[in-house]
């Protein structure tokens, strides 16, 4: 009981094998769902734990406004080397927010100057084109949302493959993916062990855009040259450019899963091994969110329980 109360700080380790089960064995939509939610809950306990250590911790410095029972002398034994962990606790907490802090500013930062770049442009649909030799493609969410893409990046690809890419980056905008992959560079930033999740969630995401791409363009043969060829192109390109269309996630992987059969929306059967390992990937989240969950909530009762009426 007592040790499970840091319990939260080390169950995202679980993240790396339960990733790689979600990204090899699920759909990409529900790898991605799944994985999303793991990592919030994760970092919230994570970042809820370390808040409360620092308050267990802090309790007692003379003039702090806390309730004076949280520095009594069994909450404090209830937490182990209460004294390290809780010095600990505020640098980590600190740590916490400022990487959040940093991260939302570079997202605001990136949006509002690729914005001033786009809002000059014309375009008759969702769709501009930047005339630039750099070769990239992304989906740019606002208030009216904008799919921008580079000369460079359609003299690449032929016709075909231009819808691939434009139903692509319209995949990432309809399916609200820059909001996930938010969430996901957040819950990374405040918990460095969900670092594999994000990893994890940018290619699915990826692979969610593929295969929504397939399937409006009806050829999976013909979005897989389209990564092929954007990743090429981008590989030869000089300087830091913007978001590429092929830049996140093991292009080959993309590529190689684009050259199989359709992946089912549904899970498979549980007596397949695929619908074994989305058992097991499944269980693996579900019994580490739980336990984060129950530790958590733990060390919340027992500063309740020594809190005065």
Known sequence: MRLAIYLPLILPLTALPVARLATDHLHPRAATRLLTSAAV?????????????????????????????????????????????????????????????????????????????????????????????????????????????????????????????????????????????????????????????????????????DEEAANAVGDRRTTALAVGKAALAAKKSRGEALPAFAATGPVPRRVAALLEPTPKATWPPPRSRTGLAAIVAAAGTTVSVVSALNATVALVVILKAATPL
């Open 41 to 209: 809950v994760l970092a919230a306990c994570s970042t809820l734990c370390l808040a409360l250590l620092m308050i267990v911790g802090t309790a007692q410095v003379p003039g702090n406004p806390l309730p004076d029972g949280w520095s009594d002398p069994e909450v404090r034994d209830e937490v182990p080397h209460l004294r390290v962990f809780g010095t600990v606790a505020i640098l980590a907490l600190l740590a916490v927010l400022v990487a959040g802090a940093v991260v939302t500013c570079r997202v605001v930062s990136v949006r509002r100057r690729t914005w001033k770049v786009v809002r000059g442009l014309r375009a008759d649909d969702d769709v501009a084109v930047l005339r630039d030799d750099e070769p990239y493609a992304f989906a740019l969410p606002g208030e009216r949302p904008r799919i921008v893409v580079s000369t460079g990046m359609l003299d690449c690809l032929n016709d075909k493959e231009r819808r691939a890419l434009i139903a692509h980056e319209r995949a990432h905008l309809d399916c609200r993916h820059h909001r996930v992959l938010f969430l996901a560079r957040l819950a990374a930033a405040s918990q460095p062990l969900l670092r594999p999740l994000h990893t994890a969630i940018s290619y699915t995401v990826e692979r969610w855009a």
